[in-house]
Structure formats: C-alpha cells, structure tokens
C-alpha cells in the first residue's frame, strides 16, 4: 500500500511539471501582453519598452526558470494590469469561489443521494421517474441558461432574491443552485445505476435473508459499495467548482476565480493565469490523490490487493 | 461592499414586503442619510467659461480662466444615490498607474487632471484655473484653483503636480502622450510650468496627468494606495470591494459639479443581467446593453433607454503600399468604399443604434465638417471605377475581422461586408480574429502582416481632439498606420502642424483639411459611429451620459 501511495505521489508531481511547462509556453503562444497594455497610438519603441518592464524581453528558458523558481515559493510575479502580486489576487478571489463550491457540493449531495438512492429502491415507479427528469434536466440545461431563468423568475418577477452579487445569505441560493444542477444530475444517474447494480447483488439479497431492515440492507450495505464511482465523480467535480466556475460567476457576478481567470487569458496576464491554472492543477491533482486514498477506506479489497 | 449603506441593503428594503409576504422574513432597513465628506475642494475663481475666445469651444488650446462651478449660484448641491452597473472591473485603482479600461470608470471620479470635460464633452479647466500659453509655444503656464484638497484634507500644490506628470512619464502605459513634455517647473505652491520639446496642443486636450498626493503615496507605498486610493477628484472613496464594485460618496461644492451625493459602481459582466438587475430595481442605470435587449426594455415604463454615442469611429484599415493588392490605386480604395451598404449595416445589424460614417469625424469633435456627407452605396460605380483601375474581373481579397464583445457587432459586420463586396465582384473571404490575436497582428510592424482589409476602431473620447488618432492610425510612421507613400506623408504633414497651432479654432479650421483629405482619397474605408444603449431607471434618477465618454459618470463638469 505505501508503495502505491508512493507511486502516485511521484505522478503527482510528474504532472504538475507537465502543467508548469504547458502552461508557461501556451500563454506565450497566445500573443504579446505588452500590445494589450499601450493605448493604440503607441511606437513600437513604446512597446518594447513595456515589454523590457515586464520581462518578455528576456529568453524563454529564463523566462521559465524565473517562473519555475518563483511557483516553488508561490510567488508568480506581478500581474500585468493591477501591478499587483497575482498571488494576491487569487487570494483575494479564492473564499468567494470556496464559498460557492462547498455550498453548491453540499447541496448537491443532499439532494442527489436520497433522490438516486430513491430512484433506484423504487425503480419504475413515480419517484424514480421523477429523478431521472431530474437527471436529464440537469444535465441538458445550460446552467448559463438556467441561471438567467431562474434571475428572470425569482429577482426579476418575484423579487424574492437578488440578481446578483455577494452580499447577505440571499445572494447564495441562486448561484448555490445553478452551479450545483450539473453535479445534481451527474450523481443522481450515477447513484441510481450504481445502486441498481449492487441491489440485485447476493450479498444484498443475503443481508435481506438475514432478516435486515430495508434501511440498513440499502443504505450501509448497498450503498457503501456503490459509493466508488460516486466519490470519484464528486470529487473531480468538487474540484472544478474550486478552480471557479466561470458561467455562474458571470451570470450571477459573482467575485471568484473563474471569472478573474477568463479576464486575465482576455487579458494575456500571463502571471496571474500561470497562478491560477497551477493552483487548479494542484487543486485536481490533490483532489485525485485523496480519491485514491478514499478509495483504500471505501473498498478493503484495494489495500490488500 | 462592507459599508453599512450601499444597493443591497437598499434593494433590501424595497423588496421587505414582497418577501415579508413569502418567506416570511422581514426586508433589512433601508440604510439611513450619507454622511457627505465635505473636504475643502472649493474653488475661489469666479470667472465663467474658459478658452481664448470666450466659448468653450472643442478642444481649446490657449490661455483659458477656470469656470465657476463650486461656486457659481446656478450649481447644484449633491443629493440622493446613484448605482451604475458596469460589465468590467478595474485592473487598478491609481490615475496613473491605471492602463485603461474599467479603471477609467474609477480615476475619472476620483483623481482630477489639470483640464477636464464638461457635460457636453467640452474642455474645461479642472485642477488648473487657468493656463497661459508662451508666445513660441515653448511652454504652458497652469495657475493651480486656490484651496484645493485631496480627499484626505491636504493641499494639493504645484509639487504634487509635478511629481504625478514626471511620475506618469515614467510609469504609465499612455506615457507617449506626453512625449513632448521636457521638464516641469513649480516656481511657487500654485504655479506649474510645462516646458515642451516642441509645440504641441494636445498637452492641453489630453488633461495631462491624473494629480496624485506625492507625500501620501510615498507614506503608503504603491500597494497601500490601491488599496486606499486619495485624490482631488468630486468624489472620495468610500469602499473598494475586488471584483464586486466601490461606493463613492461627493465631495459638495467641487467644481465639477457632483450631481449625486452617493455613487455606486457594481461589477455586473454579462449583459443579461445588468438588464435582469435594472428591472428588478436593484441598479438606476445599465451600462452598455446589448441592442435586442434596449428595444425589449423600452417598454419598461421606469426605464428609459438612453442612446450614447462615444465619438468611435469604426473602419477599414488598408495598404496602399502593398504590392500584392491594388490599395495604391484611390479608385479601387473608392470601389470598396461604395460597394458596402453602410445604412443597410447600422438599419439591419445595429437596429439604428449607430451613424453611418462619412469622414471619420463627428460633431463635437475637431475638424467636424457638415457639409461632408457620407458616401451612399453604388455598385455600378464601384464597377465602373475597379474597371477603371483594371480590375474588371474583380481580385482576391481578405476581411479581418473582430470577434467578441470589444466593438457591438463587428463579427457580423465583417461578415456582411464580405458578402456586398463580393456583389461588386471583389473575392472576399473572411478571418475573423480574437481581441488578443487581433491586436498582434493589426500593427503593421508585426509579424505576419494582415492581408487585405482589417476591421478597426478609433475613438475621438472627448474633448474631441483627433490629432493623437490621426496620427497612430493614417499618418505614416503611425502604429496602426499602412500608409508608406505620398498620401500618408501629406496627413503627417498636416496633424504635425495642426498641433503647433494655439486657439482650438485655427486648429478646428486646420484639421477640417485633414478630413477632407481623409474623405476624397478614402486612405481607409470609414464604416460607422456605434453608439452605446444604457439602461436608466427614469422613476428613481435623473441622469445622462457624457457625449465623447465612455465613462458613466455622475458629475456634470459645471453647473447645468
């Protein structure tokens, strides 16, 4: 078991290597900064002279070994536009982000695991119907879409909620429900398969024989062996929502990371888009690592196999 | 935002009842009165209307005396809230550091500049209650208002002036402006000298540089003046909020005539909802919304849709001076010109919400000429002059064209434009380009060079002073210029000696030649002047745009 802990610590950071190279040349391929910065009129002399103040004078091997040593101690450098460290502004935006992505998890997994588990106990019938409407829905609305609806419905007709925005608990149902929708619908079919697959299991009808409440049989037997696929899925999404959920934090204008990413690729601010994209990749790659750990918790035949 | 009073909380009260009603909740109270800051921005001069002729003409140029506004009788005192709804947020919170776009929104409030605009897009006098050109244009002298203060209550002085300009000289992206600036002299607190390399008027029409406190920022440093920017602007700031917006609160009596005594900006970026956010009442005003949705909101009998109109320009660059397209020729620049429908463009495309473009210049702005009228559509002309020139079979032919949100419509238009050239036999295909792929690529001296024609922008922001665009854009040598031959050299020629003149007239009367050049050769293909569509809730304020100003703002420059 430590060796395989061991094995997938050691591609972790494969990875992350991977993601420092990719994303270093992919920003310098996407065109020049120092363009974007200068009013229109400026020389050429003037752009240069910008381009010297940001460092994309210099070789991209020096480039890259700046940004290599910088990452290791977090440091990205200034970003462009604010002259500000990058660092600062990922951290800035990141608890506005965190709040969303746990709010949004929770609610999906509140939702999704009576409704799947449900849907799967009572296949065929009404309420199983009714999840998997739940599911298509969820899955086929774009949540830019449904965002806008559900603005127009409950601020815009009723005036219940705001539009938009991050201040008081009311400013977090909206956005709580849109960027949870996708996850919602993605769990309750997972659940729903997973469950439909280990209810017709021996071991299931084996704990029904020994005379088990439906709940315990369902929900401690049935269910905790469903869970892999699950907790996988979850997870990566879990770990999407962190690294900013750029549609709902534009419909709903909302401060997080997804919406200072996309302004900074616009933007060509390549600091603050090498920190983001490494914090997402870390985000992922952590995220990852702690499934697989899960996995050894969830499923003993892994630790010992 | 942090404060105790700001749109929520007041959206907060509005909708108590209605959700009294549902979810049994009570509404938060509405906020109670703003406490005005009142530091000492006021002005002792008592003179009127500024410029050398007595009328505050486009652009003016030479000695000119402050307006009255803080303390003329017919100026208004501050009251009531405004929230505005913008689609972008500052990138950075100082004058001069800031490198353009939503920042402006911020530092225009907040920081003042020696000559300032009016509610019509006029140049007015602003930090400097008056200036005195030198007979040989070598230097301005600027007489600082008496009295003024920064936010945080100290006086703003000459020193403070000359640090901001050789500060912004030294720092700012837009420091090419103010290349013609030599040195800057402060022979007493209220006096600054401007020595120039050579004439130039635009050091008057540019504003110069946003006054920041010397002595503060090298207290807080770089970082402790974005978080707590100070300027001598109509309003201090009350709260930043990264990434959601700021609240302003008016500083009464300053001469630029603060109309509100509360402002909040509100970083809204999609569009939809700056519309779902003005109708539910939580914002009075929505920047920019998208044409289809400014016929939707007409119907609102609480908004009014106001028209805007920026002072853009939008056109087609060309290169006469390439060889592998017939640009040189003017018969075939002219042939382009007349095969595009430009009124089926602004009818169909911008449902009217823009004017077709005749020579690049529009009224209020330098060297506006009415009897120039636009070019109308004729294909059997543009025929007739491509045959003309030998080309009656047509050529091959590139659009480049914009994608994305930085001009309304520019995809469609490019895509339109391709389609009525092909009509005049001209065989256009389209590549349409990104923002960030665009502008690496428009410039001339970039590698690979564009072919064929390239959608462009060009914005005469008031006070309307052309000359800065002229010359980045058609005159050879500009960035965004394509001109090498005769006819870039003659524009040059003209805007280099248009900005040596001093009376905004001589200037207004020069620069009219430029356009009419502009107009007959066509060295670039002018489209049309999109205007902005905002959304204004009229049953809670009272507000209008700035002509030439891209900037929602809620002062008026001077007493209306």
């Not at chain 2, 028209?307 to 018969?331: A, C, M, Q, V």
């Not at chain 2, 659009?399 to 490019?414: A, D, I, K, T, Y």
């Amino acid at each position: 078991m430590v060796r395989l802990l061991v094995s997938r610590l050691l591609q972790s950071l494969v990875a992350l290597w991977g993601v420092t190279v990719l994303i270093f040349f992919v920003t310098r391929a996407s065109g020049d900064p120092a363009l974007l910065l200068v009013p229109p009129q400026a020389t050429d002399a003037e752009v240069a002279e910008v381009r010297k103040d940001l460092g994309l004078d210099e070789s991209y091997v020096v480039q890259y070994a700046k940004f290599l040593e910088g990452a290791v101690r977090l440091d990205f450098g200034d970003s462009y536009r604010n002259r500000r460290p990058a660092m600062d502004l990922v951290k800035e935006r990141m608890p506005a982000t965190l709040q969303l992505a746990v709010g949004a998890f929770v609610f999906a997994i509140v939702v999704a695991v009576p409704v799947g588990v449900l849907s799967a106990v009572r296949q065929g019938g009404w309420f199983d119907r009714f999840g998997k409407a739940v599911a298509l829905l969820g899955q086929a609305m774009p949540s830019f879409w449904l965002g806008l609806l559900l603005i127009l419905f409950f601020s815009v007709r009723l005036k219940w909620l705001p539009t938009g925005g991050r201040d008081g608990w009311d400013s977090y149902l909206l956005p709580t429900v849109t960027l949870s929708s996708y996850l919602i619908a993605v769990l309750v079919r997972l659940i729903r398969s997973s469950m439909l697959e280990v209810l017709r299991s021996e071991y299931v009808k084996f704990a029904r024989l020994r005379g088990l409440s439906e709940y315990s049989v369902v929900m401690k037997h049935a269910f905790k062996n469903a869970a892999i696929p699950i907790v996988t899925v979850a997870a990566l999404l879990f770990a999407a929502f962190l690294t900013g959920a750029v549609v709902t934090e534009t419909v709903f204008s909302w401060p997080g990371i997804g919406r200072l990413a996309v302004s900074s690729i616009l933007a060509r601010d390549f600091p603050v888009v090498q920190a983001i994209v490494l914090l997402s990749a870390t985000i992922y790659i952590t995220t990852n690592f702690l499934v697989d750990l899960a996995y050894l918790w969830i499923d003993p035949r892994i630790r010992f196999s | 935002m942090n404060s105790p009073e700001n749109y929520w909380t007041k959206k907060a009260a509005r909708y108590a009842t209605t959700r009294r009603r549902f979810i049994g909740t009570a509404g938060a109270a509405a906020a109670g009165a703003t406490a005005l800051a009142t530091v000492g921005c006021g002005d002792d001069d008592e003179a009127s209307t500024p410029t050398a002729s007595g009328t505050a003409s486009t652009a003016g140029t030479a000695s000119a005396t402050a307006t009255g506004a803080a303390s003329s009788p017919t100026s208004t005192a501050p009251k009531g809230a405004i929230r505005f709804a913008i689609g972008d947020q500052p990138e950075n919170y100082s004058g001069i550091r800031q490198s353009g776009g939503a920042s402006f929104f911020f530092t225009t409030n907040v920081f003042e500049n020696l000559t300032g605009i009016d509610a019509q897009g006029k140049l007015i006098p602003a930090a400097a209650s008056k200036w005195e050109v030198a007979p040989d244009f070598s230097k301005v002298t600027f007489t600082l208002r008496s009295g003024m203060t920064f936010h945080n209550g100290t006086p703003v002085t000459s020193e403070d002036v000359a640090y901001s300009i050789n500060t912004y000289k030294a720092v700012s992206v837009f420091k090419g402006n103010l290349a013609f600036i030599d040195k800057v002299e402060t022979p007493d607190a209220q006096t600054v000298i401007v020595s120039l390399t050579q004439p130039d008027a635009r050091l008057i029409t540019s504003g110069i540089a946003p006054i920041e406190p010397k002595k503060y920022t090298a207290d807080v440093g770089e970082d402790g003046f974005q978080k707590k920017p100070v300027g001598s602007g109509p309003y201090k700031v009350r709260s930043i909020t990264p990434g959601e917006g700021w609240v302003l609160d008016a500083q009464a009596g300053h001469w630029r005539n603060p109309t509100f005594s509360e402002a909040t900006y509100k970083v809204v970026p999609e569009a939809q909802s700056r519309v779902a956010a003005i109708q539910a009442g939580e914002i009075d005003v929505a920047y920019n919304l998208p044409y289809l949705q400014g016929d939707a909101l007409a119907n609102d009998k609480n908004i009014e849709v106001v028209k805007h109109n920026p002072w853009e320009n939008i056109y087609f660059n060309l290169d006469p001076g390439d060889s592998k397209l017939p640009f040189g020729d003017t018969r075939v620049r002219k042939a382009i010109l007349l095969s595009l429908d430009r009124e089926t463009i602004v009818k169909s495309l911008f449902r009217g919400n823009a004017a077709v473009a005749g020579a690049l210049v529009q009224e209020g702005v330098m060297g506006y000429d009415a009897a120039i009228k636009p070019y109308t559509r004729d294909i059997k002309e543009a025929k007739a002059l491509l045959s003309a020139a030998g080309y009656a079979s047509g050529f091959d032919l590139q659009v480049n064209g914009l994608v994305g949100g930085r001009s309304p419509q520019s995809q469609q238009v490019g895509e339109a434009a391709a389609e009525m050239l092909k009509e005049a036999g001209i065989r256009t295909k389209v590549n349409n380009l990104e923002y960030g792929i665009w502008i690496n690529t428009v410039r001339p001296t970039t590698d690979p060079v564009l072919d064929g024609i390239i959608f462009q922008l060009w914005s005469d922001a008031a006070p309307g002073d052309p000359a800065n665009r002229i010359l980045g854009s058609v005159a050879t040598g500009g960035a965004y210029s394509y001109q090498k031959g005769q006819l870039g050299d003659q524009f040059k020629k003209l805007v280099e000696d248009n900005v040596k003149l001093k009376t905004p007239e001589e200037r207004s009367i020069h620069m009219k030649q430029a356009f009419k050049l502009l107009y007959d050769e066509v060295p670039i293909i002018p489209l049309y002047h999109p205007y902005l569509l905002h959304g204004v809730r009229k049953d809670k304020v009272s507000w209008k745009p700035i002509p030439g100003y891209t900037y929602l703002v809620p002062w008026t420059g001077r007493a209306l």
